[in-house]
C-alpha cells in the first residue's frame, strides 16, 4: 500500500463548479497535511495547510481533515480554467514530507 | 523578498559523471530539503539539511550527498550518474526547528542523463 494514495484523474469539471479533490494516507502518525498546485513544466507551489480535523477555508480553497479515517481532502469553489493542473497530496511526519502522486484537474471553460 | 532560487536551470549530463546542483532559500528560511521527481510522479524526498547537518534522509544511495552552509544555502550532488537519474530536481526551504513545516518549492533543476 502506497503512503499516500491520491486518484490519477483527469478530474473534468465545468467553470464555475466545485471540485472536489481527495487524498488517503496510511501512517496515522503524520501531523501535518499540505496541498500543492503544479502547472505543467513549473514546481509546486503550497496552497493549503492544515494540521487539525476539520475544515480550513482560505479563499476559494477549503481543506478538510479527517485524521479517524486517514483522508484529506481539497475542495476548489467557482473553478476557473486557471485552476487547470496538477494537485499533490503531503504528509509531514517528523523532517520528511511524503508526496502523492497528484491528480490532474481539468476546468472546462 | 527573494523566494526559493535555484541553479542550473537545465543540465545534460552523461552517464557516469558527477552533477552538483544549487539551492538559496528563501529570506528567514534555515531548513532545505531536496526532493527528485519523475514525470508523472510526486516529488521524492532525497534528504533534509539543518544546521549544517543532514537531518534526515530518504530512500536514495550514497551516491547523492549534499551540504548546507553556513548562509543555509545548500547543494545536492549526485556521482556516477545513471539514466535513470534523469529528473526535475526540487530544493524546497522551510523554517522550523522541530518538524515538518511548510515548505517553499524553487523553480527545479531540470538534469538530462545521456
Known amino acids: 500500500q502506497k503512503e499516500v494514495e491520491q486518484n490519477s484523474g483527469p478530474l473534468s469539471v465545468p467553470e464555475g463548479a466545485i471540485a472536489s479533490l481527495n487524498c488517503t494516507y496510511s501512517?496515522?502518525?503524520?501531523?501535518?497535511f499540505f496541498w500543492y498546485r503544479q502547472y505543467s513544466g513549473k514546481s509546486p507551489e503550497l496552497i493549503m495547510f492544515?494540521?487539525?480535523?476539520g475544515d480550513k477555508e482560505d479563499g476559494r480553497f477549503t481543506a478538510q481533515l479527517n485524521k479517524a479515517s486517514q483522508y484529506v481532502s481539497l475542495l476548489i469553489r467557482d473553478s476557473q480554467p486557471s485552476d487547470s493542473a496538477t494537485y499533490l497530496c503531503?504528509?509531514?511526519?517528523?523532517?520528511?514530507?511524503?508526496f502523492g502522486a497528484g491528480t490532474r484537474l481539468f476546468v472546462k471553460a | 523578498d527573494a523566494g526559493v532560487t535555484q541553479s542550473p536551470t537545465h543540465l545534460i549530463k552523461t552517464r557516469g559523471q558527477q552533477v552538483t546542483l544549487r539551492c538559496s532559500p528563501k529570506?528567514?528560511?534555515?531548513?532545505v530539503s531536496w526532493y527528485q521527481q519523475a514525470l508523472g510522479q510526486g516529488p521524492q524526498f532525497i534528504f533534509q539539511?539543518?544546521?549544517?547537518?543532514?537531518?534526515q534522509r530518504g530512500n536514495f544511495p550514497d551516491r547523492f550527498s549534499g551540504h548546507q552552509f553556513p548562509n543555509y544555502s545548500s547543494e545536492l550532488n549526485v556521482n556516477a550518474l545513471l539514466l535513470g537519474d534523469s529528473a526535475l530536481y526540487l530544493c524546497?526551504?522551510?523554517?522550523?526547528?522541530?518538524?515538518?513545516?511548510?515548505?517553499?518549492f524553487g523553480p527545479g533543476t531540470r538534469l538530462t542523463v545521456t
Open positions: 524546497a526551504s522551510s523554517s522550523g526547528t522541530g518538524g515538518s513545516y511548510e515548505q517553499y
Open positions: 501512517d496515522r502518525g503524520s501531523q501535518s
Open positions: 492544515i494540521y487539525s480535523n
Open positions: 503531503a504528509l509531514g511526519g517528523g523532517f520528511k514530507t511524503i
Open positions: 529570506s528567514g528560511h534555515d531548513t
Open positions: 539539511y539543518y544546521e549544517e547537518e543532514e537531518r
